[in-house]
């Protein structure tokens, strides 16, 4: 397998020029990095992923994680990667000093996870599971929870998981079970989790299940629910580790992503779980959601390096396979010719292209919306963070559901390239293709995102998210249309937020009305029509970028590289951007043809 899995020269445009790190460094919390000590972390990760991360790939994959005589069997790799993260400072990169992290800006942070990921997606969820349980600790726990868990799984000596989602329960929260009984000063733990990812391996002493429960007398809904730090093993008055009654009943045989165990635990069958409340009870379920923008871009970054992965290879193939010939004048080929290789075909051309224009668009708004967090918490001022936060916002459900939706078409596209052999398990697509399709499932599914993006995002305070974001586009609208070359497309992106708002009026009209089933009928199309009109936004950025630093003449890259970002700008404001028109008729159109009725649809 080549190493060919990502393009760092890209990567680095985007997080210096396009989004310009340097303004998040220049916050007094993130003093002592510049864009040196970032690059060399990037150029360190990339060493590191083409060593221990690449060469296991497939290698996971043909030998997938599985139960076996009580446990989960990983591959060995994984205890390896674990002990390495903690080592690297992969998992504490963006915690504080004081409790042994970097306190590195997550922008820097995403694009280390990037690289890894479109290495290995099987791997940096086993850290990527503990940094999210780490960080609930630091945030909500009280100090022993802290001095007591933290620093074991900043070391990867420990890992970590997030148990939502229960059996007869699925994406419905307010429904789980799970309960939790005072003993002393901890909780009696009792009840079932399914679909924990990294919810027991070997590789790891202990894992810290962070569990959301209902204490006993608990409101019934959301507003009962309590968030609870359940170690696998619990540690003694000695210091020594006990068994605290967690149990893998199974795991998930997966389509996809197999060597990344899904675990299905039960906790206190043998009625001696023990679990110590985070935070406030009652609470657990705003401390989980609290966390969840990162982790939802994190899966949108995920789902982007799958892509980027799937990409490269997809490019590899197109650049070595010789197939057909070129058409003549005539129209006709000459059969006299040799084979031309069929990145010449313009059809594989349009496949590879529209690969890289959602790579790259995804990557772009992924970094955006690391700045956007990183100034949420350091602006200098509290309207500059109460703004980066609408933004980051609003955005969200968009990080999260665009790298997935058409990260599935990118990769897609990509077995397309490769024809019949795309098919075959000797060549690695389907092996993309598999991995990325639960993308648009973890962490809320795509409906939930678009209902999330139309019915909260869309209308908190009064509408003052959008419109930030409708200020943030209009200033890249002004920037593009200085330019002549980029005018034609300044104009083409402010038509479409046009669009925007005639779409928005027409479908307020059922809110205001508080027929907010109608209202939301049609989110998920709501969130394919904002979201491809908002990477267009990040190409028309890209777009700008390169074609100020072809004038300017000193550029640290190649003219071909700005000439080959203009180019893919350009694709996607041909073949892309358009649907938009589509799918706003779809939206403006009055029928309701989704909502139950008495009328017998589906035979």
């Known amino acids: 397998m080549s190493n ?14 396009v989004h310009t790190i340097k303004e998040v460094l220049s916050q007094e919390r993130f003093s002592e990095y510049d864009e040196d000590a970032v690059e060399m972390f990037i150029d360190s990760t990339k060493d590191y992923a083409d060593r221990e991360l690449y060469p296991f790939f497939k290698e996971m994959d043909e030998n997938p994680a599985h139960f076996k005589d009580g446990e989960i069997v990983v591959h060995p790799q994984v205890r390896k990667y674990m002990a390495d993260a903690g080592e690297m400072g992969f998992l504490s990169a963006t915690f504080d000093y004081d409790i042994g992290g970097l306190q590195m800006p997550s922008m820097a942070a995403n694009a280390s996870l990037f690289i890894q990921e479109a290495a290995n997606n099987h791997l940096p969820g086993y850290a990527g599971l503990t940094f999210g349980a780490a960080e609930l600790v630091v945030h909500f726990g009280n100090e022993e929870l802290n001095k007591t868990y933290v620093p074991n799984m900043l070391s990867g000596q420990w890992g970590g998981t997030m148990c939502l989602t229960e059996p007869q329960a699925g994406s419905s929260l307010s429904d789980i079970v799970t309960s939790a009984k005072p003993d002393g000063d901890a909780y009696k733990i009792h009840g079932q989790k399914i679909f924990i990812s990294a919810g027991d391996y070997q590789g790891v002493e202990n894992i810290v299940h962070l569990v959301l429960a209902r204490i006993e007398g608990a409101p019934a809904g959301t507003k009962g629910i309590s968030l609870f730090v ?195 398990s000797d060549y690695i697509l389907q092996q993309y293709l598999r991995d990325i399709r639960i993308s648009a499932i973890y962490e809320g599914t795509t409906g939930i995102q678009s209902q999330d993006l139309l019915g909260r995002k869309v209308t908190m305070e009064n509408g003052k998210a959008l419109q930030l974001l409708s200020k943030e586009i209009q200033q890249t609208i002004q920037a593009a249309a200085t330019h002549e070359s ?118």
């Open 230 to 424: 359940v170690p696998k093993n619990r540690p003694n008055t000695e210091g020594s580790l006990v068994s605290n009654d967690v149990t893998t009943v199974a795991d998930f045989q997966k389509m996809g992503q197999k060597g990344y165990c899904t675990t299905h635990l039960f906790f206190g069958d043998k009625e001696d779980c023990t679990g110590w409340l985070v935070g406030e009870a009652n609470m657990g379920l705003k401390y989980m959601f609290l966390m969840m923008n990162g982790a939802r871009i994190g899966v949108g970054r995920g789902a982007a390096a799958i892509a980027t992965g799937a990409y490269h290879a997809s490019l590899q193939y197109a650049n070595e396979r010789p197939q057909g010939r070129e058409l003549q004048s005539s129209g006709k080929k000459d059969a006299t010719q040799e084979q031309t290789l069929i990145i010449n075909h313009p059809d594989v051309r349009r496949m590879l292209l529209l690969q890289k224009v959602v790579c790259e668009g995804a990557l772009s708004l992924i970094f955006l919306a690391s700045k956007y967090y990183d100034l949420s918490i350091t602006a200098s001022s509290d309207e500059e963070k109460a703004k980066n936060k609408l933004l980051l916002e609003i955005l969200t459900p968009v990080v999260k559901t665009y790298p997935s939706e058409m990260g599935i078409t990118s990769v897609n596209n990509g077995v397309q390239v490769l024809g019949g052999y795309g098919f075959c």
């Open 486 to 603: 980029l005018l034609p497309y300044a104009k083409k992106l402010g038509t479409k937020l046009e669009l925007t708002q005639e779409v928005l009026q027409s479908l307020m009209v059922y809110a205001a009305k508080g027929d907010y089933q109608r209202f939301l009928a049609d989110a998920t199309p709501f969130m394919e029509f904002f979201s491809t009109i908002v990477i267009a936004w990040q190409w028309l950025s890209i777009g700008v970028k390169a074609q100020e630093t072809l004038l300017l003449g000193s550029k640290p890259h190649s003219t071909e590289f700005f000439e080959s970002k203009l180019h893919a700008m350009k694709f996607y404001y041909r073949y892309e951007l358009p649907k938009t028109t589509g799918l706003s008729e779809i939206l403006m159109d009055a029928q309701a043809l989704t909502l139950n009725t008495d009328k017998k649809i589906f035979a």
């Open 4 to 17: 060919a899995y990502v393009d760092i020269e890209t990567l680095k445009f985007l997080l210096f020029d």
